[in-house]
């Protein structure tokens, strides 16, 4: 386990660490020398090597060099900060209890690592800040100033041997000069940092002869044979948190976060050393272990070492080499029916070492679940993935060493992302880069193939009359272009609340009165049924289409085909929620559908809200490359100023802003007695029960969301609204893995259900079956289902299949009475139930449940049914099941802490759901404002990571921003002011500057319009309407008669025209041309040739797990981070970034943005009538 706090004392911090108990302790200085010790190449510049002295130590701390020249010294300076490397239970148990002497002193197995560990930070994180063309630009200076100290029990007095590495304040430039240290990286890696030292500490130990069992997240693990019953017992600390957390109901992991931090006490007393560990060795005794037959298999496994040291070099690396990949197709798998592209064929004779060999398997497997879900990640993250499966011997060093071959033979492909100040080295793969480039050449192939279904001068006559709205200009570009466009594939880019349905509806009736139809599809199934609800039109899942229609692109001459081809010639696709679309999905509807010649396909959505799950940002990437898009830009669905301000702000990352305008309709729990989940609960509990059924709850994570189903629950049973003494029943609770996760049994744990989702003739499993996990093996997992028992090899699953063959799920326990809200977790389509469609329980007796669906269709669920077991309660929704629903009030809760969930499109999500009122509770309001600015909430793109095209920059956002801020302006002006809150001048003066987006000129090009131009068309008698964009002089659409040039391209007709040639490997209509104050503006922009790039890692990774947070923490003394100061813990968890690398700390850099032409005068500025200071 690794931990990072801040040293805020450096008189506090030299007192402890520095203490004779814990440095000249018989048990290391008798045998093993001191142990503490100066470290790093900052300290050995400094002249400071050998045991740490207090005085030294101090003034170290203070900024004082042994020179006597000082560094920063500045008001509030801060000393340094502790990183804590924490050894597994069973080490320390072998260390103090059996007497393994090897693992710790400053040449034990333990300090080892952390020395490792350290010189990678040093390499990889180490920072300060130059300043470069008047901006304070992070630059990396390879060095650090820091002192070790190990120590031995936990505050339980626990064995618990952990190193402190006490960094100052302090680096070394390359000129000499001494400056503070910029943190940001090593705060923000805190996860990557956690499995770097694992895979070292792994790796010691099984060079000394022990076997370990990884399990945990980020790579921790324990010895193989020491018994989870001692491990458990001198656990004392963990069980003193898990019954804290049980007396107060806590259960999320912040929950057990803050039980850590508020129940820690001072280290007990430790009169005599020798005493307490002679009292370990008691107390194992009774638990039946002392340890010394496992350390003596240990020794006899190094002897044989040593004894193998004695034969040839020759003979020992061939052997060991073919051990090594022998273990490693044993554990990764080497049944593939296709060479892995990503492992060398020769691996035996390549693979410079036994590490070398499985680091191969650790990086392939790595990528393939990393590329699941992301077009392109960080080599951070990569090299984190490959050490947490946990491959014998692999440590960073063999894993960096395998991605740089990976690089050079072009099976990765490099590339970088910049944001704010830093520049993140990525790495995609040629598959997720082809993927997107023919997406994107498909668009292209089928631009002005197709004559209009409706004559273009006819479209917004009969969409009129079809839609039982009048349709806005918006909304009639949008369905003329649906309905008349002449490319094949063109898109709708709506802002949420735009009114999609509306159009669609329209559409649908018009397609028809032409003899076609209008078929929808969407990502799930919620989805499907809002489509058929809203729009009238039969719809079903992306996942279905394409699974029928794929059974028939290898026949394509059977009358099964030519039939489903028959009922799709005169079909339009119209795709739902195209966000959320990932790139695989996309372009297999695109080769699906034209197999099947359907006529036309419309995809519909907001790139601004959710994206998808699995891998690629499609719709994004298909708008910046230039693809046909009509454009709706106008709100219809909040009915009050406030929010439709808020919701224009959100829309363009204007979070903090946002927040700012809903004034009072933000609550802060900060300090109180009342948690946000029981804040919002109880508001909601509050209404009567014609408001409950006018207002959502919404939460951001699923913790959260089931903390507030249970409160909700229980003030409904206690009110009489629920009905009845309940039926207790036991529900699935999914765990999200990916297909290549699911090849390894560190993932399988004993209790969880396996359903088996498809054919898996590799592991002779049929669809079907659900099985309980009996035990878990090295190699194989045991599975029982009644008197049946199955024992199969995970490895074996052909990693070449994608699609998912096994669902592991676990279980846990609701109790249902009469009136309960539920929601379906998986779909049984011939009865209606759909995965996230809400039911109502209406009856329960003798064990049936009888529910009433959506549909107010009644089904009774007799005892044992499945869909007993795949529900959940539902008075809260988490924001991706809100995505596409409407409600008149809601209440949200926003988490400070949740650094990946608190981000810019779950915000959007939340504040546009609503017609009329919102009300955001969060924790800490400022912190949170911090974390949404800081946080986009985007996914990659491959095409974007080589710099070949821009889909989220800078550029794009700023112009969005300038009309989002004249909406909002206009909106807040514009006569009735009714409805804002009392306090909006000062709100509104106040909204924050963005370092994220830099001033804009006026825009010559009004890009929130669309030109009809790309859809191919000329509608008459339109004139003097701008039907958003369809002219940007207002004088009505004009038609062009170039099919090929897209409505963006119209838009903007100043713009050069783009060379589409390429040299082979550009997909068509993504290269762009820079305008001329673009390239003075990127002139100006300050020559940072000189500076290394800097390696980081990507976001979306899980914060420490739950069983990290168990475990028996080390002493942080109270100097160190005053947990009890909020201003201080604040800022602390604002540099902890997403601990992959990113910093969430707020600065006021922006260096990453290049400068822009300054603004005229005499224009008038929108923000500044807000009172933003842009």
Do not use: C
Not at 104 to 115: E, I, K, S, T
């Amino acid at each position: 386990m690794h931990s990072i706090a801040s040293v805020r004392s450096a008189s506090g911090a030299s007192n402890y660490f520095a203490k004779d108990d814990f440095t000249n302790g018989d048990y290391y200085a008798s045998e093993n020398g001191e142990v503490s010790q100066w470290g790093g190449k900052g300290a050995e510049a400094a002249g400071l090597s050998g045991q740490v002295d207090k005085a030294t130590f101090e003034r170290a701390l203070n900024g004082e060099l042994p020179s006597g020249e000082k560094v920063g010294q500045v008001e509030n300076r801060r000393a340094g900060f502790d990183l804590t490397f924490s050894a597994p239970k069973s080490v320390s148990l072998m260390a103090y209890v059996a007497g393994d002497k090897r693992i710790l002193g400053p040449d034990g197995v333990q300090m080892q690592a952390v020395r490792q560990t350290m010189a990678w930070i040093e390499r990889n994180l180490a920072e300060t800040r130059k300043d470069i063309g008047g901006k304070k630009i992070p630059v990396q200076t390879g060095n650090l100033l820091y002192a070790l100290f190990q120590h031995d029990t936990s505050r339980a007095l626990d064995p618990q041997a952990h190193v402190h590495a006490i960094v100052a304040n302090l680096t070394r430039m390359a000129d000499g000069k001494w400056q503070s240290l910029h943190a940001d990286r090593i705060w923000a890696s805190n996860t990557v940092i956690g499995a770097v030292y694992h895979a070292y500490m792994r790796a010691g130990l099984e060079k000394i002869g022990y076997q370990v069992e990884t399990g945990g997240k980020h790579g921790t693990f324990e010895i193989t044979g020491v018994p989870q019953k001692v491990i458990d017992a001198f656990s004392q600390r963990r069980a003193d948190i898990v019954a804290a957390a049980q007396s107060l109901g806590i259960k999320s992991a912040q929950g057990m976060r803050e039980v850590t931090a508020r129940t820690r006490d001072p280290k007990l007393g430790l009169d005599n050393r020798d005493t307490l560990r002679q009292d370990w060795i008691d107390k194992a005794k009774a638990l039946g272990f002392d340890g010394k037959d496992l350390l003596s298999a240990a020794e006899r496994v190094t002897r044989a070492h040593d004894h193998d040291a004695s034969r040839s070099p020759l003979e020992r690396g061939a052997d060991a080499i073919r051990a090594a990949v022998a273990s490693a197709r044993e554990i990764v798998g080497n049944y593939l029916a296709t060479p892995d592209p990503l492992v060398d064929r020769a691996v035996t004779r390549l693979a410079g070492t036994p590490a070398d060999a499985r680091a191969q398997f650790a990086v392939a497997s790595a990528v393939r679940i990393l590329a699941t879900r992301e077009a392109a990640f960080d080599v951070h993250r990569l090299a984190k993935q490959a050490l947490d499966l946990g491959l014998k011997g692999v440590t960073i060093d063999h894993v960096e060493r395998r991605i740089e071959r990976l690089v050079a033979t072009e099976r990765l492909i490099p590339g970088q992302v910049r944001q704010h100040d830093t520049t993140y080295r990525m790495v995609t793969t040629p598959d997720s880069l082809r993927t997107e480039e023919r997406i994107i050449a498909t668009i292209d192939k089928e631009r002005g193939t197709i004559p209009s279904i409706v004559a273009p001068d006819r479209a917004p006559t009969l969409l009129q009359a079809a839609s039982p709205h009048d349709l806005n200009a918006g909304q009639l570009a949008a369905a003329t272009l649906i309905v008349a466009g002449t490319d094949r594939i063109a898109f709708v880019q709506g802002v949420a609340g735009a009114g999609k349905s509306t159009v669609l509806e329209a559409a649908a009736r018009t397609l028809e009165g032409e003899g076609r139809r209008l078929h929808g599809l969407a990502f799930q199934n919620k989805m499907v049924a809002d489509m058929k609800a809203g729009a009238g039109i039969e719809a079903q899942t992306i996942a279905s289409f394409v699974w029928q229609g794929e059974r028939h692109l290898d026949f394509p001459d059977t009358p099964a085909a030519q039939a489903k081809r028959d009922e799709m010639k005169n079909t339009v696709l119209v795709v739902d929620e195209m966000s959320m679309v990932s790139n695989d999905d996309l372009l297999r509807l695109f080769e699906v559908a034209a197999a099947l010649g359907v006529e036309a396909i419309r995809g519909v959505g907001d790139k601004q809200q959710l994206m998808s799950i699995n891998a690629g940002k499609a719709f994004s990437v298909v708008q910046a490359a230039g693809a046909p898009v009509a454009y709706m830009n106008d709100n219809l669905r909040q009915r009050t100023d406030v929010l439709r301000t808020v919701a224009e702000l959100a829309n363009v990352g204007r979070a903090s802003a946002a927040v700012r305008v809903l004034g009072d309709n933000v609550i802060e729990t900060k300090g109180g007695e009342r948690s946000p989940v029981e804040v919002a609960a109880d508001r909601w509990l509050a209404l009567s029960p014609e408001e409950r059924s006018l207002t959502a709850v919404f939460a951001s994570g699923r913790e959260t969301r089931g903390d507030i189903n249970t409160r909700i629950q229980e003030g409904l049973t206690a009110d009489g609204t629920l009905r009845g003494p309940g039926l207790d029943v036991t529900v699935h609770d999914r765990v999200s893995l990916t297909p290549e996760e699911l090849r390894y049994t560190q993932f399988y744990k004993v209790g969880q259900q396996v359903t088996v989702t498809g054919h898996i003739p590799e592991l002779g499993l049929r669809r079907g079956g659900t099985y309980e996990v009996t035990r878990v093996f090295t190699n194989k997992v045991e599975m029982r289902r009644g008197s049946e028992k199955i024992r199969f090899a995970p490895q074996k699953l052909d990693p070449t299949v994608t699609l998912e063959r096994l669902q592991i799920s676990t279980l846990d326990s609701v109790r249902l009475h009469e009136g309960e809200t539920i929601r379906w977790t998986t779909n049984d389509t011939e009865r209606g139930m759909d995965n996230a469609a809400l039911a109502t329980v209406t009856g329960i007796e003798n064990g049936r449940v009888t529910v009433e669906l959506a549909s107010k269709d009644t089904i009774t669920l007799e005892p044992g049914d499945p869909m007993l077991s795949r529900l959940s309660l539902a008075y809260a929704l988490n924001m991706h099941m809100a995505q596409g629903i409407t409600t008149d009030k809601g209440i949200g809760v926003m988490l400070s802490h949740e650094t990946n969930l608190s981000n810019q499109r779950l915000f959007n999500v939340l504040v546009t759901r609503v017609r009329d009122a919102i009300t955001l509770v969060t924790d800490n309001t400022d912190k949170l404002m911090r974390q949404l600015d800081r946080n986009p909430g985007d996914k990659t793109s491959s095409l974007e990571t080589v710099g070949r095209l821009v889909v989220d920059g800078p550029e794009a956002k700023a112009r969005a921003a300038d009309d989002a801020l004249t909406a909002a302006f206009d909106s807040l002006t514009a006569g009735d002011t009714a409805g804002l809150p009392d306090n909006a001048p000062i709100l509104l003066a106040n909204l924050p500057d963005l370092p994220d987006l830099p001033p804009m000129p006026a825009s010559t090009t009004d890009w929130s319009k669309v030109a009809m131009e790309g859809a191919g068309m000329d509608v008459p008698g339109m004139d003097g309407t701008s039907i958003d964009g369809a002219g940007t002089d207002g004088a009505g659409a004009r038609a062009t008669a170039d099919p090929s040039r897209s409505a963006v391209d119209a838009a903007a007709p100043d713009r050069p025209d783009t060379d589409r040639a390429g040299d082979g490997r550009d997909a068509p209509g993504i290269d762009r041309v820079l305008s001329s104050a673009d390239r003075d503006a990127l002139a100006d922009l300050p020559d940072l040739a000189d500076l290394p790039p800097f390696p980081a890692s990507d976001t979306d990774w899980s914060r420490t797990g739950m069983e990290d947070l168990l475990r028996d923490e080390p002493l942080d003394d109270l100097a160190l981070d005053d947990t009890r100061d909020a201003d201080a813990r604040d800022r602390r968890d604002d540099m902890r970034g997403d601990d992959l690398g990113h910093p969430t700390e707020e600065r006021d850099d922006l260096s990453s943005l290049p400068p822009m032409p300054p603004r005229d005068p005499d224009l008038p500025l929108p923000e500044k009538r807000l009172g933003l200071d842009l």
